[in-house]
């Protein structure tokens, strides 16, 4: 039975004509579903009663089911999302002053094992349909008390509980890249949650031709993980190098950004210690990028057990941060959140029937421990 969160509008519309419906009927159904966060076609009051009884028969509205709901103190929530087969992911929710951003997975588990990401250890499952990335939208909308609710004193500029969605959870966004495409124009339809283009984010490892194909088919900020100068570390780091090197992956951004909402790219950048936070590899970096208009961020490096890195000093990440600010490029730091309930960058693990056999390299007990 379709779950018609795993449509856009086209597809939607698409589906209502092979039913012999008007193709409005997938407007009305897009904002009952998304906009009001309803799950009950019984409820549908615009909808004639008739199409109603027959959408019960022949569809359903079937959200990622939340197995564990846990609240950070600094108000971070991290939801831990049932989505069959005995996988799991995470969806993370950041409320900041004027901005609400969630957090959102795209695979159960990831396939590219980078050397200092809890979620790669865990091995790779299967892709996530459309309505399970688009659904974890949904649902935090639905658990924030954010679907249709009146606008509130603490809500964002933008007048939403969820201003900003990151595609930066679970999994490589580029690796599944239809379904991944499909939920961002959910994302973006005024007719569902009307978010700019300029706050929903795809954050990538390297994948080129797929940064290539996101600029022609749907065009939305870009964050690239970046987390090293030069090739020979980046290729230990981040396997995916081999494949597109640096040279490959700059080229890329700029061309990306012919066609970008933003007018720069982000470079994420985990600050690991004594591996790639030097200044010496923070001057490397300014020339890697010259001809690439960017920012970074700047992440502390996140610990998760047995992962045999540990977290840049203070005093380390100011240095290198004010190198590049110094050849005029902006550096920030990204304030950890959710660090307690291990919500922050790299830590989310969910749980991941593995399918290739690398969590099979590791402990049992380490699996467990990254899983709980
Ligand atoms: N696969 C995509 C989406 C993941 S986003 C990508 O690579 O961009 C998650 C971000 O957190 C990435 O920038 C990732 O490199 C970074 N990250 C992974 N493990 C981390 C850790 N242990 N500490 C800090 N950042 C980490």
């Keep these: ?110 396939a590219l094992d980078c050397a200092f990401c809890a979620t790669g250890k865990q091995g790779f499952n299967r892709n996530l349909e459309a309505g399970e990335i688009v659904g974890q939208l949904w649902l935090a909308n639905k658990l924030l008390g954010a679907a249709s609710a009146p606008a509130r004193e603490d809500e964002n500029d933008n007048g939403r509980v969820i201003s900003n969605v990151v595609l930066m959870g679970m999994g490589e966004p580029l690796a599944n890249f239809d379904k991944v495409v499909t939920a961002l124009r959910v994302m973006l339809d005024d007719h569902a949650y009307g978010l700019s283009r300029r706050r929903v984010t795809v954050s990538t490892a390297g994948v080129t031709p797929a940064m290539d194909r996101l600029r022609e088919e749907c065009p939305v900020a870009l964050a690239v993980s970046l987390h090293a100068p030069d090739d020979a570390l980046r290729d230990r780091l981040m396997p995916i190098n081999r494949k597109y090197p640096l040279h490959d992956l700059m080229a890329a951004c700029r061309r990306y950004l012919e066609r970008a909402p933003r007018d720069f790219v982000t470079f994420e950048y985990a600050m690991i210690d004594g591996i790639n936070d030097s200044d010496a590899h923070a001057r490397a970096l300014v020339a890697l990028t010259r001809d690439v208009p960017c920012k970074f961020n700047l992440i502390p490096f996140n610990p998760f057990p047995h992962s045999g890195f540990a977290r840049s000093p203070v005093d380390r990440i100011r240095r290198f941060s004010a190198i590049l600010l110094d050849s005029g490029i902006i550096a920030t730091t990204r304030r950890t959140r959710g660090g307690d309930v291990a919500a922050a960058c790299g830590q989310l693990a969910g749980q991941v029937r593995d399918k290739t056999r690398r969590a099979r390299t590791y402990p049992l007990q380490m699996m467990e421990e990254i899983g709980s």
């Design 1 to 110: 039975m379709p779950n018609l969160l795993d449509y856009d509008l086209a597809g939607l519309a698409a589906w209502f004509e092979e039913l012999g419906e008007k193709p409005f009927r997938a407007r009305q159904v897009m904002r009952w579903i998304h906009r009001e966060g309803c799950d009950d076609f019984g409820a549908m009051t615009d909808v004639a009663k008739s199409l109603r009884a027959k959408l019960d028969a022949l569809a359903e509205i079937r959200p990622p089911v939340p197995l564990r709901d846990t609240v950070s103190g600094d108000g971070t929530r991290k939801w831990l999302l049932d989505v069959g087969g005995g996988n799991a992911v995470e969806a993370v929710f950041i409320p900041e002053a004027g901005r609400g951003t969630l957090c959102v997975s795209s695979q159960a588990g990831c």
